[in-house]
Every structure is written in C-alpha cells, then in structure tokens.
C-alpha cells in the first residue's frame, strides 16, 4: 500500500513538471520520445485524432517531422 502510495504522488509530480513545461496538449503529452513501436503507435493515433488524418497519413507525417508536436503544428500551419 505504501509503494502504491509513493506512485501515485510521483506521477502526481512528474505529470505536474510536464504540465508547467509545456509538453502537454490538451490531456495528451506530445512531447515523448518515440523510442519504441509502442509509443510510435501511440503518437500516430494522437497525430491522428488531431488533425483528422488517416492512420497511414499520420504514421508518414510523424516519421517525417519527428515529434508529435511538430506533426501537429506542421499540418495546422499547412492546412
């Protein structure tokens, strides 16, 4: 219970240093490292659900730009 506890409040924290970073937008954090299949998976589907893309359209525009949050602006300021 205790270590359970001690969880909770370190999320707490990292996910409030985020939030006052600016790495979070909306409820999603957009600035992660796509180090893994899983969180370029991830990214797509925000990449997608924030511009409407397809899925496939979304993959491309994530690994041309890098980063979630570049993928996002690049398609707002294009379109």
Do not use: P
Request: hydrophobic content about 40%; proline content about 0%; some cysteine.
């Amino acid at each position: 219970k205790a270590g359970t506890a001690q969880k909770l409040v370190l999320n707490m924290i990292s996910t409030s240093v985020m939030i006052k970073l600016g790495r979070v937008k909306g409820n999603k954090m957009v600035d992660m490292q796509l180090s893994n299949n899983k969180l370029v998976d991830r990214g797509t589907i925000m990449v997608a659900q924030q511009t409407g893309l397809d899925y496939e359209l979304a993959k491309d525009l994530l690994n041309e730009c890098g980063s979630v949050r570049a993928a996002i602006e690049k398609h707002q300021n294009n379109g």
